[in-house]
T-cell receptor, first 114, second 111 residues
């Protein structure tokens, strides 16, 4: 069974640019949630995708958007990058009926905005 | 501002000692989870508690969910160096699609 994978592992972007982060969910999992973890903080919920539809969103501006594909993999897109967007971006997947109770996290993508 | 307050923020102890870390909130949660995160990795789920007053044991780790479902504690007996890491608590809402994390307790167990 393959766990949650994310790519790339590290990324450096310039303020104002756009970035796309990718996540492959664990086999059999149809729900993907994205989190932002700033240095020294706990993860902050960005949004969740279930069966290719957004299924809840945290307190993040519209320049944070996402997609989920038929194979349940997902993308997080961030437009007009700001310095404060520098963080570890985590995705977590869960299986049918598990919701947030049994989430499995990927290793994250470390984004640095300069 | 974190919805869940974890204490202490940092904890450094010797191998073999016992410790307790806390997770408190003014909000009621449908469930509460504890994770451990190591540098460069994502959080790893340790336990989910869903019933007020529930106690779960995982080897040397004991987790308790408060009666009012607003707080939780994690007790580690005879800590080992392998217990070193960031311990995060996270509370789930009733809509099953949102989870709020605390800022974590960074535990260091010295040999």
């Amino acid at each position: 069974e393959t766990g949650v994978t994310q790519s790339p592992t590290h990324l450096i972007k310039t303020r104002g640019q756009q970035v796309t982060l990718r996540c492959s969910s664990q086999s059999g999992h149809n729900t993907v949630s994205w989190y932002q973890q700033a240095l020294g903080q706990g993860p902050q919920f960005i949004f969740q995708y279930y069966r290719e539809e957004e299924n809840g969103r945290g307190n993040f501006p519209p320049r944070f958007s996402g997609l989920q594909f038929p194979n349940y993999s997902s993308e997080l897109n961030v437009n007009a990058l700001e310095l404060d967007d520098s963080a570890l971006y985590l995705c977590a997947s869960s299986g049918p009926g598990q919701g947030i109770y049994e989430q499995y996290f990927g290793p994250g993508t470390r984004l640095t905005v300069t | 501002t974190q919805l869940l307050e974890q204490s202490p923020q940092f904890l450094s102890i010797q191998e073999g000692e016992n410790l307790t870390v806390y997770c408190n909130s003014s909000s009621v949660f449908s469930s509460l989870q504890w994770y451990r995160q190591e540098p460069g990795e994502g959080p790893v789920l340790l336990v989910t508690v869903v019933t007020g007053g529930e106690v779960k044991k995982l080897k040397r780790l004991t987790f308790q969910f408060g009666d009012a479902r607003k707080d939780s504690s994690l007790h580690i007996t005879a800590a080992q160096t392998g217990d070193t890491g960031l311990y995060l608590c996270a509370g789930g809402g009733y809509n099953n699609n949102d989870m709020r994390f605390g800022a974590g307790t960074r535990l260091t167990v010295k040999p």
